[in-house]
């Protein structure tokens, strides 16, 4: 059986996926003795960022966890963002456009983080070697609007060639160009240059790519998300209609966020449509089928099992509460203006900032809570993971 491990986007919310990764790939497998062979990594957005740094270390994922918590937790604003006179000079360029690329905040950071990082000819080693089978980087193509795979991998892993349109797939040596064009937020960083196309963030089409992960042949999907509680928030009050930064947060969340429930319900109702074919018509039914599905030029359908681990809290109330306790000093850092425009107070969550506090406290109560939600289901983790049966 193949596992593919899928990592969704979310900005700042990443370090969440950081502590699940830490747990199961750290402790879990320090305590088997032995790592899950992974078929493929396949991440959007931060997730992109996440899913090659795990890459580049699969050949001893407990000291890479160990670093990737590392990076997370030693972040402060300064290191991923910064908004100073150059940013404000250059908003008539975010809102119109212009010869250079901007964002409303400076990028050079987090291309430094992605470039010094990741250990890129290690990447290509495990690729080449097979410690690895594949890793793919979604990102959104900025004239098309449609979403591209960018695939690296093992020689002998055929390219996906059937994911289903309007996604076009790219083999390629991924590299930082990739992730970075993977984690622009529209607005707030920059796009990026691939050839002579612009990128930007994965997330806007395909946030969690299951999909790519399939299509290159896992069978099991090990699927961790950012996406908040289903439960509801309390209301605005009656007299208040929200901001920008709110609406703006919410917009993310829509974009970002709110296809995974959709994706997993779809995954489980053509695993439900098999398993009754198979038990209605026999063993025969899926080669019966597929032999028709191969007529048609499409891919063959086969049961895709799936365990998803997403945050049991609510990651923008705790982007709140980072706010309040630390307003003085990341009002030092950001501006009182930019730190208000962050937390404006509705309802008590601050979805935005939840997406942009690329701060070290904030990454390290996100790591610990992915750490909690995985040990609350380490059962399920390790039946899924190790067991030989699966």
């Known amino acids: 059986m193949s596992l593919g491990l899928v990592l969704s986007g979310g900005g700042a919310r990443g370090a969440y996926e950081v502590g699940v990764l830490h747990y199961v ?97 290690q990447l290509g080693r495990n690729l080449r070697t097979g410690v690895l089978g594949a890793l793919t980087v979604s990102a959104t193509n900025v004239p098309t609007g449609r979403p591209v795979v960018f695939v690296d991998r093992h020689p002998n892993i055929p390219p996906p060639t059937k994911i289903p349109p309007p996604a076009t797939v790219r083999c390629c040596r991924i590299g930082p160009a990739h992730v970075l064009a993977s984690a622009a937020i529209p607005f707030v960083f920059p796009p990026i240059r691939i050839g002579r196309q612009l990128h930007c963030d994965g997330g806007l089409r395909l946030n969690t790519p299951m999909s790519p992960a399939i299509h290159l042949g896992a069978d099991r999907l090990f699927v961790i998300g950012v996406s908040d509680p289903t439960a509801d928030r309390p209301a605005l009050p009656d007299d208040r209609y929200p901001g920008a930064p709110f609406l703006l947060g919410k917009v993310l969340n829509a974009f970002l966020l709110d296809h995974l ?130």
């Open 261 to 390: 429930t959709a994706d997993l319900q779809e995954l489980q109702r053509i695993n439900n449509f098999l398993r009754d074919g198979v038990r209605v018509s026999g063993p025969g039914f899926l080669d019966e089928m597929n032999a028709l599905a191969r007529e048609r030029g499409e891919a063959d359908k086969r049961i895709v099992d799936a365990l998803a681990i997403r945050p049991s809290q609510d990651l923008g109330r705790i982007a709140s509460g980072h706010l309040k306790k630390k307003s003085r000093e990341l009002g030092r850092t950001l501006g009182r203006q930019l730190l208000r425009l962050l937390d404006v107070g509705e309802s008590g969550d601050a979805d935005l900032a939840s997406y942009l506090l690329f701060d070290g406290d904030y990454a390290r109560d996100l790591i610990e809570l992915g750490r909690s939600d995985a040990r609350a289901k380490r059962d399920a983790i390790e039946s899924f993971l190790f067991d030989p049966r699966a």
């Open 25 to 121: 790939f750290h402790d879990l497998v320090t305590e088997q003795r032995r790592a899950p062979a992974l078929r493929v990594i396949a991440g959007t957005s931060v997730g992109a960022v996440n899913a090659t740094f795990l890459g580049s270390t699969a050949e001893d994922f407990p000291r890479g966890l160990d670093h990737l918590v590392e990076l997370w937790e030693r972040l402060s604003l300064a290191d991923v963002m910064s908004f100073g006179f150059r940013q404000a000079t250059s908003l008539h360029r975010v809102l119109f456009g212009g010869r250079h690329g901007v964002g409303l905040l400076d990028a050079s950071p987090l291309v430094r983080l992605v470039s010094e990082g990741v250990r890129w000819r």
